[in-house]
């Protein structure tokens, strides 16, 4: 019997250095622990960066939402009667996203391209600055072509003939997203040509070579983001080769004559599109 006691004691004493044994290896699973813990503070930095974010961000979604977030999804669409692609409210919402690198030449232009709109459609249309580029409707940025300018100087005895090419480049690109046919977003990128006020800070501003001051490509290309395409009518403002001017460097003005309206068709469009007139 007592061998029995004692066999049960030496094999709990077994036991015992066996759990013992075990509890180290999960002792040592809880020291590779530490590690990770020693990791999290960047990731608490980062947490709370963007604990920091949302708040900022939150109170510009509510300032904005309201408007643009009726419950009811009918209500969201103001001129749900237009068949055609149509923004679901007015004023359009339009972000300037570099205005710095646009310069105050383009940003002004493109500010006069929102006015001829409006006045065209008797402000049936009208634009509205947005907070943010992700809340407008209309995203506007400004890019610059490089090696597209060129000038030579050709001296013959007592003249001299200037020649200005421009390379062929487009003016402007836009880009929608629509939602059936409710327009969702727009991307407008205006191009310029690099070398002149906004790049090299010396000459003319690189929107106003061979443009000749025109607004033609600004509204060529918010009427693309109303769901315009192009019109082979030449003396359409959606002809695709509208704003190209051979004329380059000439003063405001010289190119009387060039500047092109507002196609009457478009402007009665948008005009029963967005005035609440036409419910057919
Ligand atoms: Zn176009």
Known sequence: MTKLIVIIVIAALFLVVLTAACTTKPDGAYQAQPQPQQLPPDMEQEEQQAQQQPPQQQPQQEQNLPEETPQEEGAQDKFYYASRLHWPHMPVTYFIENEEGCGSYETNRIKRAFRDISNATGNAVLFAQANDSGSADIEIRCSFIDDCYELSTDIRYDYVIRTETICKHPLGITKTIAEGSRLAKAYIEMVGL??????????????????????????????????????????????PGADVFSLTTQKEGACKGSEKAIDAGIAADLINTYSGKSKG
Do not use: Q, W
């Not at 790049?199 to 061979?210: A, H, L, Q």
């Open 194 to 239: 690099a070398g002149f006020a906004e790049t090299k800070r010396e000459g003319p501003s690189g929107f106003y070579v061979g443009t000749c001051g025109h607004t033609i490509t600004e509204v060529h290309e918010l009427l693309h983001a109303f769901g315009y395409g192009h019109s082979e009518d030449d003396s359409s403002i959606m002809n």
